[in-house]
């Protein structure tokens, strides 16, 4: 048994002649007639009498008929459903984003989004790059903005945006006063850098190696804005992506010359997944804004 011959059969009982139900369904009679013969054959009764020019359901057929006009519905409600879901603006989006970008770059777009989408349900959850990795693994988010480097075999990439690396110096600083600088110059520096966990950390150290210099850390902390008092106190140099940039925290920000001193920022998803609407309209929407 199989859809087509369900509409057919419906289609006949409808209007009561082949060559109309043919019409009807935009198919040549002769194959109709044929799937209403395959189709009485599987069933081992007849649907219809032909009566000359005439047809008319069988008492088998009357009985057939209601349980086909049945299926029928529930295919279209299903197709309905899917459809549905492709383009429900009511649906649900959940981001993780990493403590290095979340202040700077989500709070604009995300009032944004949420203006464009009044009925959509977005969580945004701030966390490090591991936890985010496991929450896109284990689906309890569908994207995550994070940074590069990344060798995740199971995760597709997006990029957004390439920001430039800055040195943080005190204003008293003897360099404080030059448009750009190397790493290098730094050398002897101490500096102030985020804990371990935060993959801007990791990267400020492989920028320090690349530049054969060896950091000593004399204060660590979890957010920037701790780390700009620190410098601005006197308390060491450090290092800063564009976008966190503080011009009122009292430090002077130079822009490192090293190459490969960027920052290139992605988002993230389970190699494969699928989108419902809100979800595809977040990640079209925030690639457009930043990049």
Known sequence: MEFHQLRYIC??????????????????????SQQVLKLEEDLGVKLFDRLGRSIRLTEAGRAFVPYARSILDQIEMARASVTDKETDVRGSVAVGVIP??????IPRYTAS????????????????????????????????????PMRYKDLEMFPLLTERLFAVLPKDHPRATKESLSLKELRGESFVMLRDGHCFRDLS????????????IAFESGQFSSLFGMVAAGVGVSLVPEMAIDRNAGCRYIRLSDAGATRTIVAAALRGRSFNHVQQAFLTGIKKTVC
């Open 11 to 32: 289609a006949i009982a409808d209007t009561g002649s082949f060559s109309r139900a043919a019409e009807r369904c935009q198919v040549a009679q002769p194959s109709l």
């Open 205 to 216: 150290i492989a920028a320090c190696t690349h530049a054969r210099i060896t950091p000593r």
């Open 100 to 105: 290095t970008i979340a202040p700077y770059m």
């Open 113 to 148: 989004f949420a203006k464009k989408y009044p009925e959509a349900k977005l969580r945004i959850v701030e966390e490090t790059t591991p936890v985010l990795i496991e929450g896109l693994r284990d689906l309890s988010i569908d994207l995550a903005i994070l940074a590069l």
